[in-house]
């Protein structure tokens, strides 16, 4: 019912830049907050960054200042600007969405498959 297509990740020097993208397509009535979590391995998953559908927007303590969220409303598109990246950002970086989809009374949270993100010292 709905999809999630991420691109951006890649490997990259610390102190580098990645932006990573979300695209949610399918039936979609609304979509509420969208974030990007990531899982690092050994680890559990954790929230990055999320953003509410007014444009309000939480961080993890570790990327705030480097990381940005923000959304295209209209392209159903959630971005994830990394800045001066560090090792301890590598994981496999997740967006999450909240959509409302035809035929269903109530939205649910949808995840998409994962882009891997590395940075080397």
Do not use: H
């Not at 990645?18 to 969208?34: D, F, K, Q, T």
């Amino acid at each position: 019912q709905v999809r999630l297509v991420e691109s951006g990740g890649g490997s990259v020097q610390a102190g580098e830049s990645l932006r990573l993208s979300c695209v949610a397509s399918g039936s979609i009535v609304g979509i509420s907050a969208m974030g990007w979590y990531r899982q690092a391995p050994g680890k559990q998953r954790e929230l990055v960054a999320t953003i509410t559908s007014s444009g309000s927007t939480n961080y993890v303590d570790s990327v705030k200042g480097r990381f940005t969220i923000s959304r295209d409303n209209p392209k159903k598109t959630v971005y994830l600007q990394m800045n001066s990246l560090k090792p301890e950002d590598t994981a496999v970086y997740y967006c999450k969405v909240g959509a409302s989809v035809v035929g269903m009374l109530y939205g649910r949270d949808y995840w998409g498959q994962g882009t891997q993100v590395t940075v080397s010292s």
